[in-house]
């Protein structure tokens, strides 16, 4: 028996999902479970809203347990949502959600896919949420998935009403519901048919809450129909519970602070009929997940079962030759059936995983710019000793190429020894046509609610489809299988030990302007600097500003060189304001020899997460405002991470951040004192220290809390939040959605809303997103409430800001969103907030 390994690396756009990282060893125990799986042919759908959302536990059970084929389709990547790690919003904290959902389903074990829909934000309704999004084109795209996965089953997370307490999440029900309907009919999304075929699932069940609470609120139609599945199982083979295993899958989702303890004890989740097939007892009641459901595959049925009954967990490659002979036998089958494609590739994996391969292959750099050469590191290892009279793993070939496959081969004849690493190094030249990494969903501008992506095949994908790939190719007995990886960049850290990052493709230099936005208040000039970045060795070129008319810039230009790959150059330019100044953008143009460029580069860095890199417009916001700010010395204590204190810079004011020995010291320089958002959810300190604030109120200071949320026992244990003000007050959960609804004041004369601006409607144009969020619900007769706001059909709610006189000085609490529209350059919110820090003058 002899094995042939051909190694072929391709830089090229593939449609398949390809896993991270390197080939992971498998337990035996996990082994075993995988050949199980090969007798089952069924599948499931799982539909919500956002990461989060999914119930991992229902997850894990029909992933581990039923083992059938399950899929978490999440509408949005939460690009909306809070952010309790950093101060990424909007598309970055979108970046860190889509990573941390892949983290769980490498837990849980179902694939995940995504819609086009862009979280906007929380919203209080379906209409809300389809009309934002384009109800056609993410239906289209649920659509897409369905007929794509071809599932047995859907299950939605949520109903298509009022009970889901979240437009996304009732619009996800809503979805689902209609796309179960129609994605067998092939008059409908009939350009999708050039890729796939109509599909129609069995049923669909809504994975209710509660049955007493369904029971006591269910709308019409959906009276009994109701049945319980016992979900909180321990397996033997993994050593684990699914409890277990749910808990470290949604405990993934950092950025949100859903860690969760284990359940280990029973666990009934419910399911409720929808449309489709009667269901009596269980889900997939009526539907045959056996090899019955493939013509002609008797023979695969009996393969399968002699695989398992003769599995030996302490010599795993004794089933290789079986399982050879599993796939030659699969290969006779209709190759188009998608099980009998998903059997062949999880064989191929079982091969893999039976005979402890590990292959991977490292490019010495984690990035590389068009037409560069860079150097790759392959190694290959073999643990398994070969049963019986079996030949060795033997490499034969390995083949180098790039772009439409042209390259170089290498014939070798080695055996690969057990536990011996077999290295080989060469160079690998990145095609001049290739594009920068930029994640395929944000290549254009977000449109009304949802990115836009041409690219019908990329539709659904978690992430872009790897740069650079390697396809490990193993011949035995004449039958190839091939193990597809993306290169990766190996580095060892002395705290987290081996460590990957993605290898990515950049421009040649990109700009990152050193603030977001710039307000001018006056027509005084201000300096941009800019810090330009070599994507390659030896680039020079010039950067110019490009500004809006009534703008004007000093130099026109400068020059930058930079030698090695990796260096920067800090460049400044004199912005100044004329009398016809419009608002706009200010965008950073690089030119070379080789061509002009207009993108910055972002890293988000987090340990949970691969490193992911974005390639954003070098561009930053000028904003024109009447703002007079009497405050000029601001300390700041830092919560789950913002910009606001950048805005403040921006005012001229001078930020001191504040931590526990400096809130020990002497407050009383301070014009004001701000918190953070969420910072007494993230400072355990804060509660110690919280007398400290109110005495440097009661002594004259000005205290601004921004939001907090409530303790919450459904989604982690936390301990009581301490007394934030100097009178009673307590924080819910109400908000405003509406970035545009009306704000009443309630006492047009308060200093607040006069001194030093005077604060009108005006002020509230141009918001982003939403009003508030997180409002106090009741206080004492000491606090008054400056607005009152409300979204449409509801009651007006007076606490988005709070403010109370204490001996000397000023208490403010508010959950209006300055943390959102500051940094997006907002003039009113600039003009409010600093009222609200000039209190104390």
Not at 41 to 69: C, F, I, Q, W
Not at 244 to 255: G, K, L, M, P, Y
Not at 282 to 287: A, E, N, R, T, Y
Not at 586 to 614: C, E, N, W
């Amino acid at each position: 028996m002899r094995f042939l390994v051909a190694l072929l690396l391709i830089c090229t756009t593939l449609s398949a999902q390809v896993p991270y990282g390197p080939i992971k060893p498998t337990p035996a125990g996990d082994i075993l479970s995988n050949l199980k799986k090969l007798n089952v042919l069924g599948s499931v759908l799982y539909v919500a809203a956002h990461p989060d959302d999914e119930n991992t536990l229902m997850l894990t059970y029909l992933s581990k347990e039923r083992l059938v084929r399950t899929a978490y389709l999440s509408l949005t990547r939460g690009d909306g949502g809070q952010n309790l790690i950093g101060a990424e919003q909007g598309e970055n904290i979108g970046m860190i959600r889509t990573q941390e959902l892949l983290a769980a389903r490498r837990v849980d074990g179902p694939d995940q896919f995504f819609s086009r829909a862009y979280d906007f934000g929380f919203s209080k309704s379906t209409d809300e949420a389809l009309q934002t999004w384009g109800g056609d084109k993410i239906l289209s795209d649920v659509v897409w998935v369905i007929r794509k996965y071809q599932p047995d089953v859907i299950i939605t997370r949520f109903p298509p009403d009022a009970r889901a307490g979240h437009g996304h999440h009732s619009a996800s029900g809503f979805l689902a519901e209609e796309a179960f309907k129609i994605s067998g009919d092939p008059t409908k999304f009939p350009k999708q048919l050039a890729y796939v075929k109509p599909w129609q699932a069995k049923r669909i069940l809504w994975n209710a809450y509660n049955p007493g609470n369904f029971m006591s609120n269910n709308a019409p139609g959906e009276s009994g129909n109701l049945i319980g599945i016992e979900t909180g199982l321990y397996n033997p083979l993994l050593g684990r519970s699914y409890g277990e295993i749910a808990a470290e899958s949604r405990s993934q989702h950092r950025s949100q602070g859903f860690g969760v303890s284990a359940n280990r004890d029973k666990k009934v989740d419910y399911l409720l009929l929808k449309n489709g097939d009667p269901v009596q007892k269980d889900p997939l009641d009526g539907i045959d997940v056996s090899w019955g459901r493939v013509k002609g595959s008797g023979a695969v049925q009996m393969q399968v079962d002699q695989l398992i009954a003769n599995y030996k967990p302490d010599q795993p490659a004794a089933s290789v030759p079986a399982l050879v002979t599993l796939y030659g036998s699969l290969s006779k089958l209709d190759t188009t059936n998608i099980y009998v494609r998903a059997k062949r590739q999880d064989v191929q994996t079982l091969l893999q995983q039976t005979l402890g391969l590990y292959v991977e292959t490292n490019p010495t750099l984690y990035a590389a710019t068009p037409g560069e050469t860079i150097l790759i590191k392959t190694s290959v290892v073999s643990r398994a000793e070969m049963p019986g009279n079996a030949s060795p793993v033997t490499l034969a070939t390995i083949r180098y190429a790039t772009g439409t496959l042209s390259g170089k081969d290498t014939t070798l004849t080695q055996t690969l020894k057990p536990n011996e690493v077999i290295q080989f190094t060469t160079t690998l030249t990145i095609p001049k046509t290739a594009k920068p990494s930029q994640p395929y969903w944000l290549e254009k501008p977000i449109d009304k609610g949802t990115f836009q992506v041409d690219n019908q095949q990329l539709i659904g994908l978690p992430e872009n489809p790897p740069v650079c790939t390697a396809a490990y190719t193993f011949e035995i007995g004449g039958q190839r299988f091939t193990f597809t990886r993306p290169l990766v960049y190996k580095s060892t850290d002395p705290v987290e030990g081996e460590t990957y990052r993605p290898f990515i493709i950049q421009p040649d230099v990109m700009a990152n302007l050193t603030e977001h936005v710039f307000t001018f208040a006056d027509d005084k000039p201000k300096t941009a600097e800019v810090v330009v970045q070599a994507g390659r060795a030896s680039v020079s070129g010039t950067l110019q500003l490009e500004v809006p008319a009534g703008w004007k810039v000093s130099p026109a230009s400068m020059p930058f060189d930079l030698k090695n790959k990796g260096d920067d150059q800090r460049v400044s330019f004199t912005i100044t304001p004329m009398a016809n100044a419009v608002d706009g953008k200010l965008r950073a143009v690089m030119k070379t020899a080789d061509g002009t460029f207009t993108t910055g580069i972002r890293t988000i860095a987090y340990s949970h997460i691969p490193t992911q890199t974005l390639f954003p417009p070098a561009e930053a916001k000028l904003v024109k405002l009447d703002v007079k700010v009497t405050a000029k010395n601001i300390g700041y204590i830092v919560g789950a991470g913002d910009d606001v204190p950048a805005a403040l810079r921006q005012m001229g004011c001078r930020v001191t951040f504040l931590g526990p020995t400096e809130l020990a010291g002497n407050l009383s320089g301070y014009d004001a004192i701000v918190t953070g958002v969420r910072a007494y959810n993230t400072n355990d300190w804060m509660a110690r220290l919280q007398p400290r604030l109110l005495e440097y109120v009661k002594d004259g200071g000005n205290l601004i809390v921004q939001y907090v949320t409530p303790p919450s026992s459904f989604l982690r244990n936390e301990p009581p939040l301490p007394p934030l003000g100097p009178y009673p007050f307590k924080i819910g959960r109400d908000r405003v959605t509406g970035e545009d609804a009306a704000m009443t004041f309630i006492d047009p004369q308060h200093p607040l809303l006069n001194t030093p601006n005077r604060i009108t409607q005006a002020d509230f144009s141009g918001w982003i997103q939403e009003r508030g969020i997180y409002f106090a619900q009741e206080w004492s007769k000491e606090y008054q409430p400056i607005f009152s706001a409300h979204d449409p059909n509801e009651t007006p709610k007076e606490g988005s800001l709070l403010y109370a006189d204490y001996g000397k000085g000023h208490f403010m609490y508010t959950g209006l969103v300055f943390f959102r529209e500051l940094p997006a350059g907002v003039p009113g919110a600039y003009r409010l907030f600093a009222n609200m820090i000039s209190a104390g003058k």
